[in-house]
Structures are given as structure tokens and as C-alpha cells.
């Protein structure tokens, strides 16, 4: 069973930067593709990016596209998504997901994830 923790959360101006981190509870992350995802109140969970097992192969979907970089550290069985030009229309709930050896074709569907982190939430205003 892994477990995921998402970390880094916070209030931020519009335009600034946060780092969150998403560790797992054992050393197997590197097994995993991880998943970023935020949920805004009152909308549907909505993919972000999957980066693969080695970190090689990253995906983005449009809107994050330019201002998000996901990467990872499996050797401290962590990844992260560092977040810059932050808009209020980012703020939501942030969660990781692992998916067990590679990103799945429909990477931004959270079906198709195996695992969940808490989630940790992000606000952007001024």
C-alpha cells in the first residue's frame, strides 16, 4: 500500500511561486508515474501533469502548460510541482496520485490513478 502526502500549500499573491511536494511513505515511489491534480470548490478534479518513472517523460495539460514543472527525486521518494505566474483561477485543493510504472494514456483522468495523497490547498489572491 503506498501512501502519499502532499505538502506546500499556502496563500500566495497573484504572480508569486509555491513548490509542492509529494513524498511517499516508502521507497517504492520510483515505481510509480505521480500524477498532479486540483480540485476547485464546487468543480470536478482536474488533471494537471504526470510525470513519468524516471522523470524523462512529463506531461501538461494547456492551462498549466509554461508555468508548471513537475519533477521528482526518488531518492528521497518525493516529487514535486513548482508552480510559478500563479493566477487566482489556481486556487484549489492540490493532490498527487501514483500510477503504478507509467503515466496512463488519459493521464489528466483521476480513474485511472491508483493511489491518493490528502491533498493540500492553495489560494491565490491578493
Known amino acids: 500500500q503506498l501512501q502519499l502526502v502532499e505538502s506546500g500549500g499556502g496563500l500566495v499573491k497573484p504572480g508569486g511561486s509555491l513548490r509542492l511536494s509529494c513524498t511517499a511513505s516508502?521507497?517504492?515511489?520510483?515505481?510509480?508515474?505521480i500524477g498532479w491534480f486540483r480540485q476547485a470548490p464546487g468543480k470536478e478534479r482536474e488533471g494537471l501533469s504526470c510525470i513519468s518513472v524516471s522523470g524523462d517523460r512529463i506531461l501538461y495539460v494547456d492551462s498549466v502548460k509554461g508555468r508548471f514543472t513537475a519533477s521528482r527525486d526518488n531518492a528521497k521518494n518525493t516529487a514535486y510541482l513548482q508552480m510559478n505566474s500563479l493566477k487566482p483561477e489556481d486556487t484549489a485543493d492540490y493532490y498527487c496520485?501514483?500510477?503504478?510504472?507509467?503515466?496512463?494514456?488519459?493521464?489528466?483522468?483521476?480513474?485511472?490513478?491508483?493511489?491518493w495523497g490528502q491533498g493540500t490547498q492553495v489560494t491565490v489572491s491578493s
Open positions: 496520485a501514483a500510477d503504478l510504472y507509467s503515466c496512463p494514456t488519459t493521464y489528466d483522468r483521476p480513474d485511472d490513478y491508483d493511489y
Open positions: 516508502s521507497n517504492i515511489l520510483r515505481r510509480y508515474a
